[in-house]
């Protein structure tokens, strides 16, 4: 009886295996220690369960919703996700455990009256755990390849919470679903009865597949036109800094061709002794000449565009705007991400700063050489402040804002951090992604 109920058990560990997933780039501490963790805990877990059932004799299903209690403190405090994400993954994963488990028990039924027996029950469990595996080692692929890119996108809060309750409602309809011992002997002579209810738990599990393949592919289309816009957003930033320098190069080339004459004219007041004559045609030659539109504070021509769009920004707001920046001339990321993060920063910035009393925004990028990338900002702002979760969520609309969770989520992806804070009426953020050695040398710094 004892292993009987430790197959009915172990199923926990391709399931852990599955939750663990899609999970791969928000392990906290990488997979190899990660999976030993979990593998070692729910594996004793399987023994201490499968020991308590038969000495104080519990069902099979009596231990289960503790047991995956604990399993998901175990699984939460491995996994750096946000909760929403986490919660989301795990039920989802006991939806489809809690499908197979009563396809296993229909199964078993109609394999013969022995059923309820202790052979019969034993049959189920490996039923059950041959059907877990089956299944979960190629999702186990298909979640750590496709999976990690779902979780890894910024996703506000509310998506990832309909998708939990979605996912709890699938494995709380199975759980009420899930034939008693004693129906499952009524049901056994009548084999039509538990064909039904067979066929309806195959087609919750087609639901449950077309349900996340439905989900993935609304996650990467959101991404795609997130992508999209950023990189239309630095087509036009760069629009402009391109319009703004030719509008420069214009003015600049009219003045050098004004000042031939000009010269002219100051010669012949000077030869005159006309000093004030002079001196007034000199300070209105010093008004009329071009102002530079574009400041050079790097040489990586997209950033530049960005710095120089939030510049002009500023100057029409009036608010004190500070930059520095020092990069070596080869980046390990792309332009988009680059830009998509600053653009992100300086954004949210542009827009707290508004509402301060003394409105400033200053960003430092620079990369040095201990090899990681910075990018650091702080602005002012009216001290009101919108957290949802743990997360600063947008002050300017309904919901909570993408914006700095795009920066976290970008950060990741290069293995580094974004962290945000505020204290009084100064908001930080600060992002840290580490480079390859060959990446970091002397930049331009402006």
């Known amino acids: 009886m004892f292993w009987r109920y430790v197959l009915a058990y172990l199923i926990v560990i391709p399931t852990a295996m599955l939750c663990l997933a899609p999970m791969k780039n928000q392990l906290r501490y990488g997979p190899g220690r990660t999976h030993a963790i979990v593998m070692s805990a729910v594996t004793v877990m399987s023994f201490v369960t499968a020991w308590l059932s038969m000495k ?173 816009s950023a990189r239309n957003d630095m087509l036009e930033l760069q629009a402009y800094q391109f319009d703004s320098q030719q509008r420069y190069l214009k003015v600049s080339e009219r003045a050098r061709h004004d000042m031939r004459h000009n010269l002219r004219t100051l010669s012949g007041l000077y030869d005159a002794g006309d000093y004030e004559a002079l001196g007034k045609y000199l300070h209105q030659m010093e008004n009329e000449m071009p102002v530079k539109e574009i400041f050079t504070y790097t040489d990586h021509t997209a950033l530049n565009a960005v710095l120089n769009f939030y510049a002009h920004t500023s100057q029409l707001n009036r608010v004190d705007y500070q930059v520095k920046v020092r990069l070596p001339d080869v980046l390990p990321l792309s332009d988009v991400d680059l830009c998509s993060m600053v653009s992100n920063i300086l954004e949210n910035a542009s827009i707290a700063s508004k509402r301060a009393e003394e409105p400033s925004i200053s960003i430092t990028i620079l990369a040095e050489e201990g090899g990681q990338l910075y990018i650091v900002a702080e602005n002012t702002f009216d001290g009101y402040i919108r957290e949802k979760g743990g997360t600063y969520a947008s002050t300017n609309r309904k919901g909570g804002g993408i914006g700095l969770a795009s920066v976290a989520a970008t950060a990741e992806k290069y293995g580094g951090v974004a962290q945000f804070s505020h204290e009084g009426k100064t908001f930080f953020s600060n992002v840290a992604i580490p480079l390859a050695d060959e990446f970091v040398g002397e930049g331009k710094e402006a």
């Open 56 to 228: 104080c004799s519990f069902g099979e299903n009596d231990l289960l919703i503790p047991l995956l209690l604990i399993c998901f403190v175990l699984y939460a405090w491995c996994v750096r996700a946000p909760f929403s994400k986490k919660i989301g993954a795990f039920l989802l994963v006991q939806a489809l455990l809690s499908i197979l488990s009563n396809i296993a028990v229909c199964i078993n039924v109609l394999m013969g009256p022995s059923f309820s027996s202790e052979a019969g029950q034993m049959r189920s469990s490996v039923i059950h755990i041959c059907l877990g595996c089956g299944f979960m080692a190629p999702l186990t692929f298909v979640f750590n390849k496709f999976g990690s890119r779902v979780v890894d996108q910024p996703m506000r809060q509310r998506g990832w919470g309909i998708f939990t309750l979605l996912s709890l409602g699938l494995f709380i309809l199975n759980l009420l679903l899930r034939p008693a011992q004693g129906g499952q002997e009524a049901m056994s002579r009548d084999s039509s009865i538990i064909t039904i209810l067979l066929a309806s738990f195959c087609i919750l599990l087609a639901i449950w597949s077309l349900y996340l393949i439905g989900f993935y592919y609304n996650i990467m289309d959101t991404k795609k036109a997130a992508e999209l």
